[in-house]
């Protein structure tokens, strides 16, 4: 009775375990990046970082950063759809200006392709370009 149990247990925990995330398939060149454009944007930021990081923001937080830094925040799209993002932030800290990463997302079927090193790489040159010196994150 008790070895049934014990296999009707492990079965069942079998069938609960996560599913491998299915990859996509994209050519490096399918993905565009574009720096963050107005509202439009704003929605699709906030979904990402709603459903793939585990800390949730309100919508003055998003604001925040994409109104007073547009600049530093970028995204990645393949064939129109949002896949990643990268929302940053300058300020004095002293007597030198240091960047903050604060939002890096990559949805998984995406990661492990060089997306967030290419979005964390363009704010990165705007930074640098618009007299930052330090580079911390947030997350």
């Known amino acids: 009775m008790l070895l049934q149990q014990q296999k009707e247990t492990r ?5 609960m375990e996560a599913k491998p995330e299915e990859k996509a398939e994209f050519e490096e060149a399918e993905i565009e990046y574009v720096s963050y454009g107005g509202e439009h944007h704003l929605p699709l930021i906030m979904n990402l970082v ?3 990081l585990s800390e949730p ?3 003055f937080t998003y604001r925040y950063f994409v109104y007073l830094w547009p600049q ?37 079927p995406y990661r492990g392709r060089g997306i967030a090193t290419e979005l964390v790489t363009r704010s990165i040159r705007m930074m640098m370009e618009s007299g930052c010196e330090e580079l911390a994150k947030f997350f």
């Open 72 to 108: 530093l925040s970028f995204l990645a799209f393949h064939k129109g759809k949002c896949v990643g993002t990268v929302v940053c932030k300058m300020g004095e800290h002293r007597n030198t200006f240091r960047g903050y990463i604060a939002m890096l997302v990559v949805i998984k």
């Open 11 to 15: 079965g069942r925990e079998r069938t």
């Open 50 to 52: 709603d459903q793939e």
């Open 57 to 59: 923001y309100s919508i």
